[in-house]
């Protein structure tokens, strides 16, 4: 949420464009486009499809700006997060070795393991296994889903080892887990380096400060730059997972818009207020709360982020027998309204949905109030489909199958 002070937001590119309107209080989600850029990052972008560029020294210029944020030896831009991730796995594996890069996936050689809590092994649209598995490497998950214990960690460690990830993310097991500071010092008396999946996170130097070897983060989520991914960390590893452009990571290359528009993505977030987003976001979170009180089987209660990013979101635990319908009736008639309010909605089986206020735009968040208000007070009479939570649970997949299928 970027502190506008306009009171209305103008969906007429959306009209002209014939797609849907969307109010996305989902958050940072991929297949609702991210986030909106800043106009540094749009004008950026714009500019640099103007000219001849070489690759190799926009990479560098974007390096020096990673590392000024977060504290990394070295960095590079790539394709997206999930791209970062095999780059960077590709990259313990081969080192410097142009050859090995090369011969990836097919011939990654016997150190080409990587450790993993079985607690970690979430989706994000795609399984994390199958990012790190694109480089040839062989996944070891390591403890139980929901118990992963220092011996367990350190005895899947040996020779074969490339790498170990570790993954910071809502959709992770939240206990049970070794934390990061425990797992760097297990992975790093065995000389295994640590490679942190946090795409979706806003802090960019705790990690690396946790004993990370590389960072990824989203080029476009929180840092609001055009569809990339950051690779930050120790300047030998970053080299390698940079090298793998000669291979595999050549289906995962960036142009020349998208490196500059992340360069000024990152300078944007210098510069950004984030006191002031915040106050603006928890006016939303307040206005929200005001509309859903007083209804019956509705509890609105504001919650802080699971991961420890700053910011705070809204759950709406729905009591569906004094309500009359359920959290997944409630967001699925929400995201049939036009413009549609996409709430987060990937734990409605446990009785609520959140709100997220990050991605706002003026006007928005009294729009949500109002819909939110008058769909709880109906919901007595909202149309039940069939299996709401079991469209929920397989929506992603769904979304996919139906794409262009006229039957």
Same mark, same amino acid.
């Given at each position: 949420?970027?502190?506008?002070?306009?009171?209305?937001?103008?969906?007429?590119?959306?009209?002209?464009?014939?797609?849907?309107?969307?109010?996305?209080?989902?958050?940072?989600?991929?297949?609702?486009?991210?986030?909106?850029?800043?106009?540094?990052?749009?004008?950026?972008?714009?500019?640099?499809?103007?000219?001849?560029?070489?690759?190799?020294?926009?990479q560098a210029k974007a390096?020096?700006?990673?590392? !000024? $944020? @977060? %504290? #990394?030896?070295?960095?590079? &831009?790539?394709? *997206?997060?999930?791209?970062?991730?095999?780059?960077?796995? +590709?990259?313990?594996?081969?080192?410097?070795?142009?050859?090995?890069?090369?011969?990836?996936?097919?011939?990654?050689?016997?150190?080409?393991?990587?450790?993993?809590?079985?607690?970690?092994?979430?989706?994000?649209?795609?399984?994390?296994?199958?990012?790190? !598995? $694109? @480089? %040839? #490497?062989?996944?070891?998950? &390591?403890?139980? *889903?929901?118990?992963?214990?220092?011996?367990?960690?350190? +005895?899947?460690?040996?020779?074969?080892?490339?790498?170990?990830?570790?993954?910071?993310?809502?959709?992770?097991?939240?206990?049970?887990?070794?934390?990061?500071?425990?797992?760097?010092?297990?992975?790093?008396?065995?000389?295994?380096?640590?490679?942190?999946?946090?795409?979706?996170?806003?802090?960019?130097?705790?990690?690396?400060?946790?004993?990370?070897?590389?960072?990824?983060?989203?080029?476009?989520?929180?840092?609001?730059?055009?569809?990339?991914?950051?690779?930050?960390?120790?300047?030998?590893?970053?080299?390698?997972?940079?090298?793998?452009?000669?291979?595999?990571?050549?289906?995962?290359?960036?142009?020349?818009?998208?490196?500059?528009?992340?360069?000024?993505?990152?300078?944007?977030w210098k510069r950004r207020?984030?006191?002031?987003?915040?106050?603006?976001?928890?006016?939303?979170?307040?206005?929200?709360?005001?509309?859903?009180?007083?209804?019956?089987?509705?509890?609105?209660?504001?919650?802080?982020?699971?991961?420890?990013?700053?910011?705070?979101?809204?759950?709406?635990?729905?009591?569906?027998?004094?309500?009359?319908?359920?959290?997944?009736?409630?967001?699925?008639?929400?995201?049939?309204?036009?413009?549609?309010?996409?709430?987060?909605?990937?734990?409605?089986?446990?009785?609520?949905?959140?709100?997220?206020?990050?991605?706002?735009?003026?006007?928005?968040?009294?729009?949500?109030?109002?819909?939110?208000?008058?769909?709880?007070?109906?919901?007595?009479?909202?149309?039940?489909?069939?299996?709401?939570?079991?469209?929920?649970?397989?929506?992603?997949?769904?979304?996919?199958?139906?794409?262009?299928?006229?039957?």
């Open positions: 949420m970027q502190g506008h002070n306009s009171e209305t937001y103008d969906f007429s590119w959306q009209d002209q464009m014939g797609l849907a309107r969307i109010i996305n209080v989902s958050g940072t989600m991929t297949a609702l486009g991210a986030s909106i850029s800043v106009p540094e990052v749009r004008d950026a972008t714009a500019a640099a499809m103007g000219h001849f560029l070489r690759i190799h020294d926009m390096s020096e700006i990673i590392v !000024e $944020l @977060t %504290g #990394a030896e070295a960095g590079c &831009v790539t394709a *997206s997060a999930s791209a970062g991730i095999t780059l960077a796995v +590709a990259g313990c594996i081969t080192g410097m070795n142009p050859a090995h890069a090369e011969a990836l996936p097919k011939t990654p050689g016997a150190r080409s393991e990587v450790v993993i809590q079985l607690g970690h092994m979430c989706g994000y649209g795609a399984p994390i296994s199958q990012a790190i !598995e $694109l @480089t %040839g #490497a062989t996944v070891r998950p &390591v403890g139980q *889903s929901t118990l992963c214990m220092d011996h367990q960690i350190d +005895a899947a460690l040996g020779e074969q080892t490339a790498a170990a990830v570790y993954v910071v993310s809502h959709h992770v097991v939240h206990y049970g887990q070794c934390p990061l500071r425990r797992f760097a010092e297990i992975c790093h008396a065995k000389g295994v380096p640590v490679i942190v999946d946090a795409a979706s996170e806003y802090d960019l130097r705790r990690f690396l400060a946790d004993g990370a070897d590389v960072v990824i983060y989203s080029g476009h989520k929180f840092l609001g730059g055009p569809t990339s991914g950051v690779i930050a960390g120790q300047r030998e590893l970053v080299r390698a997972a940079y090298l793998q452009n000669m291979g595999i990571g050549r289906g995962f290359k960036i142009g020349k818009e998208s490196i500059m528009g992340t360069i000024a993505a990152l300078e944007a207020d984030h006191v002031a987003i915040r106050a603006i976001e928890r006016a939303a979170l307040a206005l929200w709360v005001e509309a859903l009180s007083g209804i019956e089987g509705v509890n609105p209660r504001i919650i802080a982020d699971p991961t420890g990013n700053p910011l705070e979101r809204l759950q709406v635990e729905i009591d569906a027998a004094a309500l009359g319908a359920s959290a997944a009736t409630l967001a699925r008639v929400l995201g049939q309204e036009d413009p549609a309010i996409i709430v987060r909605n990937h734990e409605v089986e446990l009785g609520y949905f959140q709100l997220d206020p990050c991605n706002l735009q003026p006007g928005q968040a009294r729009l949500v109030a109002a819909s939110l208000r008058a769909t709880a007070l109906r919901a007595k009479t909202l149309p039940v489909a069939t299996d709401d939570l079991g469209a929920t649970r397989n929506g992603g997949a769904k979304a996919y199958l139906d794409w262009l299928d006229n039957g």
